[in-house]
Every structure is written in structure tokens, then in C-alpha cells.
């Protein structure tokens, strides 16, 4: 009879103890973001989704030399590489890259495809990759790439 009464009021102080914690974080504001309405803080240093910047005359930087692909560990990048047309030069060397692409679900986010660019056309922006519910929406063409969002983000002060 005792040891049955004593498991009420332990029970009853467990619930007491749940409830204190529940109340407390019940009027604290929610950690979740709402990420792209309400603007995202990230580090100075953060590496996010990919981009191929252009020359102030509109040439793509990319003259498709295949390095960043080779840098890749994952082996998430794909470049093709095409001459280009004298008349119509989409980048200032010989050749362009015909076909570029990012597999968001391979890349590590490591940085070595923006190291390895002798013409900085790949460059890593701090902003944040969606989340999607295809798997082919992960792949980043060229046209993506070349156009990117802009992203709602707020840079922090580096720590």
C-alpha cells in the first residue's frame, strides 16, 4: 500500500518537473526560422550554394579548362567544354563551358573548385541551398548558376 501511494506523488513530481520544463520553454521565442521570408544569419566565412560569376562585358569567366572538376573530391561538378565562337565569344578564351553543372547532393561544400579556377568563375556565396523534394532539383545547371536568388541572409560578426 505504501510502496503503491509513494509511486503517485514520484509520478505526480515527474509530471511536476515536465510540465516546469515545458512552461519555460513555452514563452521563450521558437528556435525555427522562417528561411527565406525572415532573413538567415550566417558567419562572414560560411560556404554555401554555388555560383559562376561574368566579366563586367557580360563574358562568362568559366573557359571551361576542367580543373574545378578535377578538384572536386566528390566528384560532384560536370563541365563540358566547347570552342568557342570567334564572332560570338561567350567567354574570353578558346574554349567555354558548354555544359556546367553542380550536384548539390554530392558536394561537400569543401571549397577546392573555387581554388583550383585560374579565372574565379566558380566562387562559393553564403547562400543557403533550398531544401527540394525532387532529386534533380539539387543538380544546378549553368543557367542556375549564372543567375542566382538573392538570398535573405544577414552576416554576423565574425567571433
Known amino acids: ?17 515536465a ?13 525555427t526560422l522562417e528561411y527565406p521570408e525572415e532573413p538567415m544569419a550566417v558567419f562572414p566565412r560560411y560556404r554555401g550554394q554555388h555560383m559562376l560569376r561574368r566579366y563586367d562585358n557580360g563574358l ?3 573557359i571551361g579548362c ?11 561538378i560536370l563541365v563540358e567544354a ?3 565562337d570567334p564572332g560570338n565569344p ?30 574565379e568563375a566558380i566562387v562559393l556565396t553564403q547562400s543557403v541551398p533550398m531544401p527540394q523534394r ?3 532539383n539539387f ?7 549564372l543567375e542566382p536568388k538573392d538570398a535573405n541572409l544577414v552576416i554576423r560578426p565574425d567571433s
Open 19 to 31: 510540465m516546469g520544463v515545458t512552461l519555460k520553454y513555452a514563452t521563450r521565442r521558437p528556435v
Open 82 to 84: 566547347a570552342e568557342n
Open 90 to 119: 561567350r567567354s574570353p578564351g578558346e574554349r567555354y563551358a558548354k555544359t556546367y553543372e553542380v550536384n548539390l547532393l554530392r558536394c561537400v561544400f569543401c571549397g577546392d573548385c573555387e581554388i583550383a579556377c585560374p579565372t
Open 1 to 17: 500500500m505504501m510502496s503503491g501511494l509513494g509511486d503517485v506523488v514520484k509520478g505526480a513530481a515527474q509530471i511536476a518537473q
Open 66 to 76: 576542367c580543373l574545378c572538376e578535377a578538384a572536386c573530391p566528390t566528384g560532384a
Open 60 to 62: 562568362e569567366r568559366c
Open 139 to 145: 543538380i544546378l545547371t549553368q543557367d542556375v548558376l
Open 134 to 136: 525532387n532529386r534533380a
